[in-house]
């Protein structure tokens, strides 16, 4: 199993955690994710799953940190900086406390799409992933997690569907992404969903 598994270059260099004000609404939305089970830790395979990131100053995205899942509560030691990154060659460059998430690729995918997109969440949900599965906008089956072909994927159905702010991932099982201006409007769009769905 490669759940939770980094599959592209990572190139880390430990360097400080970001602000406490930089990642405040970050942190917020993620124990929040934490505490409704959509972020975790899953004990059967021994990996974290779900990430959040924020858009910071110039091309930089602030990401929670990969196997950081099970953590809580989560702070700014638990968030690193992507500053450099070329999805079409598998690389990510980031500096901080811990390695970037292993969806990392996915959310910089979103931020490429422009300024209007500030923020990014990757939860895990098995209900209600299958009550979204090609309903709401979804992946292509064959197309697995943290890989270029699954940011560009993500990239597509963004394009195709400008309205849509919570995305399926058929190949990654309970993976679902929202996107937004910022958490609020990434979470709420989630919670919706998964009040919808009850």
């Known amino acids: 199993m490669d759940e939770g598994a980094i599959k592209f270059d990572c190139r880390w260099q430990r360097g400080p955690p970001p602000s406490a004000i930089e990642v405040a609404e970050l942190c917020r939305w993620r124990d929040?994710?934490?505490?409704?089970g959509s972020i975790g830790y899953d004990p059967a395979h021994a990996?974290?799953?779900g990430n959040l990131s924020v858009r910071a100053e110039g091309d930089e995205?602030?990401?929670s940190g990969t196997q950081t899942g099970g953590l809580a509560p989560f702070g700014p030691e638990h968030v690193t900086r992507i500053v450099a990154h070329d999805i079409a060659s598998n690389q990510v460059t980031c500096v901080g406390p811990v390695e970037a998430s292993s969806e990392a690729l996915t959310h910089?995918?979103?931020y490429a799409l422009g300024p209007a997109v500030g923020a990014v969440m990757h939860v895990h949900d098995a209900a209600l992933w299958r009550g979204l599965r090609d309903v709401a906008p979804t992946t292509d089956a064959g197309v697995a997690y943290g890989t270029p072909a699954m940011a560009r994927e993500i990239e597509r159905l963004a394009r195709q569907h400008p309205e849509a702010r919570?995305?399926?991932m058929a190949g990654h099982p309970d993976g679902i992404i929202a996107y937004g201006a910022d958490c609020q409007e990434a979470g709420t769009a989630l919670l919706a969903e998964a009040?919808?769905?009850?």
């Open 32 to 36: 929040r994710l934490h505490a409704l």
């Open 166 to 168: 919570v995305l399926v």
């Open 108 to 110: 910089l995918a979103l």
């Open 47 to 49: 990996v974290g799953y």
């Open 61 to 63: 995205v602030l990401i």
């Open 195 to 198: 009040d919808r769905g009850r």
